[in-house]
């Protein structure tokens, strides 16, 4: 059983649902033919914006505790030097607003992939100098808002902006290549420099203004990393390199205040353990190989299992890597955990009513075992624009009839209702 403190949630991303945002660089990106899986925009998305209170309704309906949301720097500055939103920002803080008085707790991302068309255009993460205009708007929305949200986000998933946007280019601003690799770290370089700042800023204003301490952290997207022959010594040795890249450089810079190998050389720019939890966004395990054909991305070769069960868009569905990466967390930075996202795609409902039981058997093992967990946020809340997918991919608890903006609840949000209100998972 979950203790009764225990924090459950849902999450979203703002690209992903609140629509009418013209500004940003995902908006430019689904103008592009061929950028999106089914053609489709972000631009209606789930209304979400404008349709809040349907949704968080509908939350409190399932007894949700907490609420992971964004806020889109797009959306509040629309032009290089131009002065911030104000109107959208009241506009926010109705919606956190909205979310307290329903005792659902907000969980703000600050960044969650998205950036305004115009500073892309500048070069976004790859310039140093760009981060003065991103903390601008950090000091603009912080501010106006922290008496209503005191749990952040700084980031979320750096490591896979890093990839989707700078190795494969399937994401703004579809690089490739040895300069889409060097700006692949110029850019988490500069997320670990900002998430430094932030942390800062973020407790200072805080404690100047009496508001209640922050709890903030980033989401770190980890996956179980296995060899593909444990007999092979040289897909061991891709393994951990993987490993190291993919799930431990961000998070270890971020514990020793250092910007480790590759993102630097070890320079110590901060006191270091600049978190209070560790956000873990868990969805698969890869099987890693060494081959001579991956140069560009140093002789790993990542493949999902042949055999195992998989979810929509191919990725193995592999309960036990919860359980190793929420041990292996607690063991390595020994910090309270949250799972900020944790899902799958399954536009039928069939798979995901098992997903959900069996990933929280696992999660329950973990704390057993001695892992502190005090929140659960399911990815997610309702079908939603997915990046790269468009409308294909389909996650939500609440199934959305994009023609109408209809919300339809699935089976396994009502399964996931009871597992709110008792604590116990069925077997």
């Known amino acids: 059983m979950f ?13 992903h649902v609140d629509g009418g945002d013209v500004n940003s ?13 089914d053609g489709s925009s972000c631009f209606t998305a789930c209304e979400h914006w404008t349709r809040y209170e349907e949704d968080f309704k509908i939350m409190k309906k399932l007894g949700l505790k907490t609420y992971r949301l964004g806020v889109d720097w797009s959306r509040f500055q629309h032009a290089p030097g131009a002065p911030f939103d104000r109107q959208a920002l009241d506009h926010f803080r109705g919606m956190l607003s909205s979310l307290v008085s ?17 500073w892309l255009e500048k070069g976004g993460w790859t310039v140093e100098e760009n981060l003065k205009e991103f903390y601008d708007f950090i000091e603009f929305i912080v501010p106006g808002v922290g008496d209503l949200a005191s749990d952040y986000i700084t980031f979320n998933e750096p490591n896979v902006y890093a990839v ?101 050389k070890g320079e110590k720019v901060h006191d270091g353990n600049a ?53 292996d967390v607690h063991e390595r ?34 704390m057993q075992d001695g892992a502190r967990v005090d929140a659960y946020y399911h990815w997610s809340f309702c079908d939603n624009f997915e990046w790269a997918e468009g409308y294909s991919a389909r996650f939500g608890l609440v199934q959305m009839d994009y023609d109408s903006q209809k919300r339809i609840l699935r089976p396994s949000a009502d399964l996931y209702a009871r597992i709110v209100r008792s604590g116990v998972v069925p077997a």
């Open 275 to 327: 978190w209070d939890f560790f956000g873990l966004n868990y969805y698969t395990r890869d099987m890693i190989s060494f081959s001579l054909w991956n140069i560009g991305s140093l002789f790993i070769k990542q493949e999902f299992k042949p055999d195992a069960p998989k979810n929509d868009l191919g990725w193995e569905i592999y309960p036990e890597g919860l359980y190793r990466l929420v041990r």
């Open 102 to 118: 329903k005792r659902i707790r907000p969980l703000l991302t600050l960044n969650h992939f998205s950036i305004p068309q115009w």
């Open 164 to 264: 989707m946007g700078y190795l494969l280019g399937d994401w703004p601003p579809g690089e490739k290549g040895l300069g889409g690799y060097l700006n692949s770290l110029k850019t988490q370089r500069h997320m670990l420099m900002a998430h430094f700042k932030l942390y800062d800023y973020i407790r200072e204003t805080h404690a100047q203004k009496n508001w209640a301490a922050p709890q903030i952290s980033i989401a770190k997207h980890m996956r179980v990393m296995d060899p593909a022959n444990p007999e092979n010594p040289l897909d061991l040795d891709r393994c951990r390199e993987a490993d190291y890249r993919f799930n431990r450089a961000f998070p270890d810079s971020i514990q020793e205040g250092r910007l480790l190998t590759p993102f630097g």
């Open 25 to 37: 660089d995902w908006y430019h990106w689904c103008q592009m033919p061929g950028k999106i899986k």
């Open 333 to 366: 930075y020994g910090l309270p955990i949250r799972i900020t996202e944790n899902g799958v795609a399954d536009g039928d409902d069939h798979l995901r009513g098992d997903y959900i039981k069996s990933h929280l058997t696992e999660l329950h093992r973990a």
């Open 3 to 15: 203790p009764a403190g225990f924090l459950w949630g849902a999450a979203t991303a703002a690209t």
